[in-house]
């Protein structure tokens, strides 16, 4: 399975948002545990968030600094701090490196890929940018904050996603409420806690299967934009 034998005409487009109090460069080295075969398949954005960490980080020990932050939050996750800048952050970091096809999260990275779809959608956020089509989720929830979950998971989202759950994931419970906010999703299920998790060959399959719809999908719209474009205009 996979794309041998297939012209891709190129790879879907990612930009990668990074965990809390991380960097790009830390979520770089965690993806980079997905096998070779799964990586070269797609043109990945490492972006650093726009706020430098406003206290400890829980990797502090384990990757060096610097650690950002994508937005601030109060004890009970409800009230955020700097989500708006936040977005102006990431559509103008999308104008300027983009276009993308999709989004790939972990933890905060993913809290905010989960329901950018949907706030995409209603108008709120990423009017300036294509539409979101894919999302790749590892340890994700829903946002909290009550306005933004009303506008962000208020109908069932149609963007492609692929789900990490990990079994001893203290946002388990979470992600499996994200997960049926979405259509159709592709869940993959790894006995980890809190991380990227390595892929086993059950998990590498789905992920492949998932890779393979992505290039099909990327290579139709390709296809269609050039026959458009090459239409003589009346």
């Given at each position: 399975?996979?794309?041998?034998?297939?012209?891709?005409?190129?790879?879907?487009?990612?930009?990668?948002?990074?965990?809390?109090?991380?960097?790009?460069?830390?979520?770089?080295?965690?993806?980079?545990?997905?096998?070779?075969?799964?990586?070269d398949r797609l043109d990945l954005v490492f972006l650093d968030a726009p706020f430098p960490c406003q206290g400890k980080s829980d990797v502090e020990?384990?990757?060096?600094?610097?650690?950002?932050?994508?937005?601030?939050?109060?004890?009970?996750?409800?009230?955020?701090?700097?989500?708006?800048?936040?977005?102006?952050?990431?559509?103008?970091?999308?104008?300027?490196?983009?276009?993308?096809?999709?989004?790939?999260?972990?933890?905060?990275?993913?809290?905010?890929?989960?329901?950018?779809?949907?706030?995409?959608?209603?108008?709120?956020?990423?009017?300036?940018?294509?539409?979101?089509?894919?999302?790749?989720?590892?340890?994700?929830?829903?946002?909290?904050?009550?306005?933004?979950?009303?506008?962000?998971?208020?109908?069932?989202?149609?963007?492609?996603?692929?789900?990490?759950?990990?079994?001893?994931?203290?946002?388990?419970?979470?992600?499996?409420?994200?997960?049926?906010?979405?259509?159709?999703?592709?869940?993959?299920?790894?006995?980890?806690?809190?991380?990227?998790?390595?892929l086993d060959e059950k998990s590498l399959e789905k992920v492949t299967a998932f890779i393979d719809t992505l290039e099909h999908l990327v290579m139709?719209?390709?296809?269609?934009?050039?026959?458009?474009?090459?239409?003589?205009?009346?």
């Amino acid at each position: 399975m996979g794309s041998e034998g297939r012209s891709i005409a190129r790879k879907p487009r990612f930009l990668c948002l990074h965990g809390f109090r991380t960097s790009g460069e830390i979520m770089k080295i965690q993806l980079h545990k997905w096998p070779k075969s799964v990586i070269d398949r797609l043109d990945l954005v490492f972006l650093d968030a726009p706020f430098p960490c406003q206290g400890k980080s829980d990797v502090e020990g384990i990757f060096d600094p610097p650690y950002y932050e994508w937005f601030q939050f109060n004890k009970e996750f409800t009230e955020y701090t700097n989500f708006e800048k936040c977005l102006e952050y990431l559509e103008d970091r999308m104008i300027k490196l983009g276009p993308f096809d999709g989004l790939i999260g972990f933890s905060q990275g993913a809290i905010l890929s989960g329901g950018l779809p949907g706030l995409q959608a209603k108008g709120i956020a990423f009017q300036k940018v294509p539409k979101i089509k894919f999302v790749i989720i590892i340890g994700g929830a829903k946002l909290k904050s009550a306005k933004l979950a009303e506008n962000a998971y208020s109908s069932s989202l149609e963007t492609l996603s692929l789900h990490f759950l990990g079994e001893t994931d203290f946002l388990k419970p979470y992600g499996t409420q994200l997960i049926e906010s979405y259509k159709n999703p592709v869940v993959v299920h790894h006995p980890k806690g809190h991380t990227v998790p390595r892929l086993d060959e059950k998990s590498l399959e789905k992920v492949t299967a998932f890779i393979d719809t992505l290039e099909h999908l990327v290579m139709e719209e390709d296809k269609n934009g050039e026959e458009t474009t090459s239409k003589p205009t009346k």
